[in-house]
């Protein structure tokens, strides 16, 4: 039992070019959803998805595009990248369709620089 | 705007002290809240969870909550070394398609 996984660690981009971060998990949850953390600015919510074949807007969705291929997995895409696109990404999936409990769990994250 | 506000760090305490870590949020009708601890270089995980008034024990973690101050906090007693890190609140409102509304965090730093 995984978790939730992300895929790459770690990754270099140019400035416009594109890349996609993958994500994971393996415990049935339904909601799953894609943050970034920068210095003091906290996590803040890029996209998410409440259950297969939805996907919504967060806080700061500009520059992205995501996809929920099936219950497991939730992509993030960057069409062209920007250097205020650095950051790292986390990835985190959570059991509850909706109500009031929303225990997310993280995967491991993707630090991404753009030069 | 949802907002959830963590007091400014960063905290440093001794070894085997008691570390309170506080943290309030605007939007009354949130139902559930959580503590994430995240390490330097590493993801956030969830450390507690508290739904109802009062206190919650897990080991060395208690949770507080009290929805009329709007306002829930975290003790970590016999502090150690190794509860230095960053540690998140977060928040959540009821209905379809919640989502969590983190605070920036607080950095604790335990003293041997």
Redesign the interface.
Known sequence: NAGVTQTPKFQVLKTGQSMTLQCAQDMNHNSM?WYRQDP????R?IY?S?SEGTT?K?EVPNGYNVSRLNKREFSLRLESAAPSQTSVY?CASSGLL????????????TRLTVL | QKEVEQNSGPLSVPEGAIASLNCTYSDRVS??F?WYRQYSG?????IM?I?SNGDKEDGRFTAQLNKASQYVSLLIRDSQPSDSATY?C?V?A???????T????ITLSVRP
Do not use: V, W
């Open positions: 959803y003091g600015m906290g996590l919510l998410y409440a919504d967060g986390f909706a109500g009031s409990y929303n225990e997310q769990f993280f995967g491991p994250g | 139902q559930s959580f590493k993801s956030p995980e969830l969870s739904y998140l977060a959540n009821p209905g379809a398609n919640s989502k969590l983190f605070g920036k965090g």
